[in-house]
């Protein structure tokens, strides 16, 4: 098992930055698919990011290409996703999760087993 943290969320202006944060313990972390979901009120949970084990290869969903970066330090057991660029519509609770395989659908968020508690993030005009 592996218990996530996410910080680093607030409320910041539309074309700022934040970098978000996800903490794990427990199982091994380089044994894990890495992902980065988002939820706005109202709305399901939608795919932002992943990462695969080593971390050298990301995914992104379209609405966030060019302005986030999903990265790994898995001697740090730590995630991050550095947001430039803020849009209103970014705000969203922010979580990170967790998938000893995706099977490639790294966007389905019902591959991934274990998910942190979530960090909001709000842009103000």
């Known amino acids: 098992q592996v218990q996530l943290v996410e910080s680093g969320g607030g409320l910041v202006q539309a074309g700022d930055s934040l970098r978000l944060s996800c903490a794990a313990s427990?199982?091994?972390?380089?044994?894990?698919?890495m992902g980065w979901f988002r939820q706005a009120p109202g709305k399901e949970r939608e795919f932002v990011a992943a990462?695969?084990?080593?971390?050298?290869?990301?995914y992104y969903a379209d609405s966030v290409k060019g302005r986030f970066t999903i990265s790994r330090d898995n001697a740090k057991y730590t995630v991050y996703l550095q947001m430039n660029s803020l849009k209103l519509e970014d705000t969203a609770v922010y979580y990170c999760?967790?998938?000893?395989?995706?099977?490639?659908?790294?966007?389905?968020?019902?591959?991934?087993?274990?998910w942190g508690q979530g960090t909001q993030v709000t842009v103000s005009p």
């Open positions: 990462i695969n084990r080593s971390g050298g290869s990301t």
């Open positions: 427990g199982s091994t972390f380089s044994s894990y698919a």
């Open positions: 999760a967790a998938s000893l395989n995706t099977y490639g659908r790294r966007w389905d968020s019902n591959l991934y087993e274990y």
